[in-house]
């Protein structure tokens, strides 16, 4: 409009009033035109003409002023402003003042979902602005009809208010400079919605799915239950696992209320996705793979949205959709990129911080993609379905060991590693670690490194699960502190397997119970102390033994039977039964390092028993034969 600086200035108020029915807004403006000049003797100072921009695309203008004909026509049409020239129908003479009414509509032209200008019994969307010439005062006003639920964010512009009839109203008051006003409303009815239903195979299941759109907007329902058809069973087969959502599907259209990068949103607990009207074939793709990639499957922002947006990309192209492109990474946006593990939860950070994390995470996803294949990550995406823990152990006494709940970076980290037998290490320094986490990567490689190396050395005997629980929780220290222990407990394992073997015996089985069982390192340790205490009561019982015994100590042996009990103390002490082997080893020794006295002793009572014998045959003998001699006396007397 023409500038004060040439004399005529144009204060304006503008009042934009919704009407859904007949898909327009009408706008009217209430223009002030003053003639700052000052006639001279010879001169005289008039104007007859103005021009104002409004916005591009209007149409139906009309004005009038009180007591002259004013005309309206556009000036000049462009994609960014329409150059509106009124005609005053009457010279405005030098300091004099004259008021317009100017209307025209803000129509809706139809066509693409992503036009910013739609206006309908469902979605309204379209920018108001300011008029007037600058340093000239002028004011804007808005109004709804009752239903909608209106978003909008500008500077200067009051709460809204609403009547008693529901028509919602803003209002700016007096703006100083009213060109330099712009607001873009967007608004829906929430509850005004038409269901479609619709059944996808996905697998061997059936799932119903819910569309739910605007009543005029059968374009939005009718494309997004064709990719949904389509891109659903596309998605399933991509990413290998079955359907997980276990209550109806809901798809509603949507404006978008967030600040997030995607014009849309998956609420899984309420089973529903929320996609904007104005949403691409990538992002309702997008979404729809977030049936996955929940926060049930990866834990963490940057991982379920980076996966959502490849798988997306692939099934787009699996479906035969052409130029589907998610968020590309562009040198603008790589500068202000932040690590992954920074991201913030959605709404809380700087939009162009939020389009420069989705366009990473897609990258990095793009990245494992390529170096794990889609098998690879196939069984990445099992394990975690299965709830398979890294680090399971190896051998034919090992369990399958679980975890609950999604891995965030570093599980995930642990099982593309573990599942693809890939290095990921160099893409988590460069794209998902912060600086203070770059220190961990390399605790985490000696870490496994060393345990690797400690179950080698383990061989038969499985490492405990608290091992692996560490290693997993990425508790380095405490890795650490748990190998110390089990290089220790496998010393003493190979000092007792060494006793054992000299000593001719077999270990049991109690030490390696106690080494893989939750009582732990010190408990396999004291238990080695048993066992060796054990097998020095099974050698110096064997050390007692005479090869080659006299005849003393064979007497002394005579009903016994040691070299049983030494049997028996190393059955024992293999089954594991050490109080029986030590009992047993330490009656066989004192068999045979009591035998020589025995045997003495025995030969002693034999010796006496002997003399006993003889010296009574003896005394019986002397009695008969004095009887006899005492017999034939008294016969001779008696003759």
């Not at 009180?66 to 300091?95: E, H, M, N, W």
């Not at 400079?177 to 061997?204: C, H, M, S, W």
């Not at 203070?436 to 080698?456: G, K």
């Amino acid at each position: 409009i023409a500038a004060a600086a040439t004399g005529l200035t144009m204060s304006a108020d503008a009042r934009y009033v919704v009407d859904p029915a007949k898909h327009r807004v009408r706008v009217a403006v209430g223009l002030s035109a003053t003639n700052h000049r000052t006639d001279t003797k010879t001169r005289r100072f008039y104007y007859d003409r103005t021009y104002l921009a409004v916005q591009p695309g209007t149409s139906n203008f009309k004005i009038k002023s009180s007591g002259v004909s004013p005309t309206v026509r556009a000036q000049r049409r462009t994609s960014t402003y329409t150059l509106l020239r009124i005609d005053f129908g009457k010279q405005l003479a030098a300091g004099a003042t004259r008021r317009f009414s100017l209307t025209f509509d803000i129509k809706d032209p139809g066509g693409a979902p992503t036009r910013t200008t739609r206006i309908g019994a469902s979605l309204v969307s379209f920018a108001a602005w300011g008029f007037g010439s600058g340093g000239s005062p002028g004011s804007v006003s808005v109004q709804f009809p009752a239903g909608f639920s209106v978003d909008v964010d500008a500077p200067h512009l009051g709460k809204p208010v609403t009547d008693s009839a529901g028509t919602v109203s803003f209002t700016t008051g007096r703006l100083a400079n009213p060109l330099a006003f712009f607001a873009y409303f967007v608004a829906d009815r929430p509850n005004a919605y038409k269901e479609t239903k619709i059944q996808v195979t996905i697998g061997d299941r059936t799932v119903p799915i819910t569309i739910r759109a605007w009543p005029d907007d059968p374009a939005w329902a009718k494309r997004v239950a064709r990719l949904l058809k389509r891109g659903l069973p596309a998605l399933a087969a991509d990413i290998g696992l079955p359907w997980t959502v276990e209550r109806p599907l809901v798809v509603s259209e949507a404006i978008s209320r967030t600040a997030t990068g995607f014009a849309g949103r998956y609420n899984p607990p309420a089973g529903e996705i929320e996609i904007a009207y104005y949403a691409t074939t990538f992002v309702i793709l997008h979404e729809a793979a977030h049936a996955w990639f929940d926060g049930r499957l990866l834990a963490d922002r940057w991982a379920s949205e980076g996966f959502a947006s490849y798988y997306a990309q692939r099934a787009a192209k699996k479906i035969g959709e052409k130029k589907v492109k998610g968020d590309v990474l562009t040198p603008a946006l790589e500068k202000i990129r932040i690590p992954l593990n920074a991201w913030r939860p959605p709404g809380e950070g700087p939009t162009k911080v939020e389009d420069a994390e989705y366009a990473a995470a897609l990258k990095v996803a793009t990245l494992i993609g390529e170096r794990a294949g889609a098998k690879g990550l196939t069984a990445v995406w099992q394990a975690i379905h299965q709830q398979r823990a890294a680090y399971q152990p190896t051998g034919p006494g090992a369990n399958l060991e679980t975890v609950a709940g999604a891995p965030d970076w570093r599980g995930f980290l642990d099982l593309l590693e573990e599942r693809t037998v890939t290095d990921y290490g160099d893409l988590w320094g460069a794209w998902v670690i912060r600086p203070s986490e770059a220190h961990l990567l390399d605790e985490r490689a000696a870490a496994r490194q060393r345990y690797e190396s400690t179950a080698q050395r383990a061989d038969s005997w499985l490492l405990p699960r608290s091992v692996r629980d560490a290693l997993r929780a990425w508790q380095f220290d405490q890795v650490a502190g748990l190998l110390d222990s089990a290089t220790t407990s496998l010393a003493d394992r190979e000092t007792v397997a060494a006793a054992a073997r000299d000593a001719g015996l077999t270990p049991p089985s109690t030490m390696a119970t106690a080494f893989e069982g939750p009582r732990g390192f010190a408990a396999a340790s004291a238990e080695a102390e048993v066992e060796l205490a054990a097998i020095g009561a099974y050698r110096e019982a064997a050390a007692a033994r005479q090869p080659d015994p006299d005849l003393v100590v064979q007497v002394g042996l005579w009903n016994s039977d040691p070299l049983g009990a030494l049997r028996k103390a190393s059955d024992a002490f293999a089954d594991g039964d050490l109080a029986t082997a030590v009992q047993s080893a330490a009656y066989a020794r004192k068999i045979w390092m009591t035998a020589a006295e025995v045997g003495r002793n025995r030969i002693l009572a034999v010796g006496a028993s002997l003399s006993a014998v003889l010296l009574a045959t003896w005394l019986v003998l002397r009695w008969l034969r004095d009887r006899s001699i005492r017999r034939r006396s008294f016969v001779t007397g008696r003759g």
